[in-house]
Nanobody
Framework: QGQLMESGGGSVQAGGSLRLSCTAS????????LAWFRQVPGKAREGVAG???????SYGDSVKGRFAISQDATKNTLYLQMNSLKPEDTAMYSC??????????????????WGQGTQVTVSS
């Protein structure tokens, strides 16, 4: 069983940037797709960005053009660069992994492996 551990969350003013990291121990990039999700208390988990084992990226509509997902395979680390942050981006951000070759950010159940999450708070 691998481990997913997020870091990099914090508080930032609207318009600012943050970069989240997820150390994906035991989830080699050639076999697993990785993704970022976020959740606000009382609301459903939302898919933010995904990166499959072939390097294809996908994004949720609300973050397209502002967020970028990337990976350093040598460090087994997934990143989420978040720019032009808005108060509505405030959430707990978690990384997730799947061995599925076909997955969707809109299907949380496609991702069986999860980290604990890191909080992002954007103030206006």
């Amino acid at each position: 069983q691998g481990q997913l551990m997020e870091s990099g969350g914090g508080s930032v003013q609207a318009g600012g940037s943050l970069r989240l990291s997820c150390t994906a121990s035991g989830y080699p990039s050639k076999r697993y797709s990785l993704a970022w999700f976020r959740q606000v208390p009382g609301k459903a988990r939302e898919g933010v960005a995904g990166l499959d084992s072939d390097g294809y990226t996908s994004y949720g509509d609300s973050v397209k053009g502002r967020f970028a997902i990337s990976q350093d395979a040598t460090k087994n680390t997934l990143y989420l660069q978040m720019n032009s942050l808005k108060p509505e981006d405030t959430a707990m951000y978690s990384c997730a992994a799947t061995r599925l070759r076909v997955w969707s950010l809109s299907r949380v159940s496609d991702f069986p492996y999860w980290g604990q999450g890191t909080q992002v708070t954007v103030s206006s």
